[in-house]
Nanobody, 125 residues
C-alpha cells in the first residue's frame, strides 16, 4: 500500500521561508511523478509544483515561480523549498504521487493517484 508522509509546514512571517518534505513508501517512485498541491481556506485544491522521475522534468504554478523550488534528493523523497512566502501562500499543502512518467508535468489533480494527509502552512502579514 502506497503512503505519502509529509513533514514541515507551520507558521512563518511574510517574506520568510519554509521547507516541506514528503517520503513515499509502499512502492518506488523512481520513474514516476511526485509533487505538491495546496488548498487555501475556502478554495479549490491547486497545483504547486511537481517532478517527473524518468526525465527529471519539473514545473511550477505561475504564482510560485521564482520563489519555490522542488527537489528530489532520492527516488522516493520530494522537497518543496518555499522562499519569500506571502500571505496568499497560506494553505494546506498536499504531497501527491502519480503513475505518469512522461517528459512533462501533469498539473491537474485527476492525474494523481496518491495523496498525503496534508500539512498546514500559515504566512502572517
Amino acid at each position: 500500500q502506497v503512503q505519502l508522509t509529509e513533514s514541515g509546514g507551520g507558521l512563518v512571517q511574510d517574506g520568510g521561508s519554509l521547507s516541506l518534505s514528503c517520503v513515499a513508501s509502499g512502492r518506488t517512485f523512481s520513474r514516476y511523478t511526485l509533487g505538491w498541491f495546496r488548498q487555501p481556506p475556502g478554495k479549490e485544491r491547486e497545483f504547486v509544483a511537481a517532478h517527473v522521475g524518468s526525465y527529471g522534468a519539473t514545473d511550477y504554478a505561475d504564482s510560485v515561480k521564482g520563489r519555490f523550488t522542488i527537489s528530489r534528493p532520492n527516488t522516493d523523497t520530494v522537497i518543496l523549498q518555499m522562499d519569500n512566502l506571502k500571505p496568499e501562500d497560506t494553505a494546506t499543502y498536499f504531497c501527491a504521487g502519480s503513475w505518469f512518467a512522461g517528459g512533462y508535468v501533469k498539473k491537474t489533480s485527476q492525474f494523481y493517484d496518491w495523496w498525503g494527509q496534508g500539512t498546514r502552512v500559515t504566512v502572517s502579514s
